[in-house]
């Protein structure tokens, strides 16, 4: 049997860094671009499906926001963490400009800044070495 804690399907802090760090790199640098070897997601790919890309994205970003929460951030952060999805959404949502946009705005690797500079400071067992 696993325990909760090894996959990351714990309410513990450190689980829950492990669920948002994960999710951050699916919707923004899942893979590369070959020949410029730029990092991209789901977030940009599911912007070119008009309405439904853009809807999924968001809601993806939403529940980033919605366990921050939970982490217990501030309001103030939980509030600039919504309008770094909201943004996103708004402006990725406009056919082409928001495609561009994209690949180059990521609300979700702003909103996990926030988040891991947030556990650092009032969890400091979840850091995690990056290799």
């Known amino acids: ?72 951030l501030p309001k103030w952060k939980i509030w600039k963490m919504g309008a770094n999805v909201a943004f996103d959404t708004a402006i990725g949502a406009v056919p082409l400009v928001g495609d561009a946009f994209d690949l180059v705005f990521r609300s979700n690797t702003r909103n996990l800044k926030i988040i891991r500079k947030h556990l650092d400071k009032h969890h400091p067992e979840t850091r995690v070495i990056e290799q």
């Open 1 to 72: 049997m696993f325990e909760a804690q090894s996959i990351g399907m714990g309410s513990d802090p450190a689980s829950i860094r492990q669920r948002i760090e994960m999710l951050e790199r699916v919707l923004e640098r899942s893979f590369r671009i070959p020949g410029i070897n730029y990092p991209v997601g789901l977030d940009a790919i599911a912007g070119l499906v008009p309405v439904v890309g853009d809807l999924l994205t968001a809601a993806m970003g939403a529940y980033v926001v919605w366990e921050a929460r939970n982490l217990g």
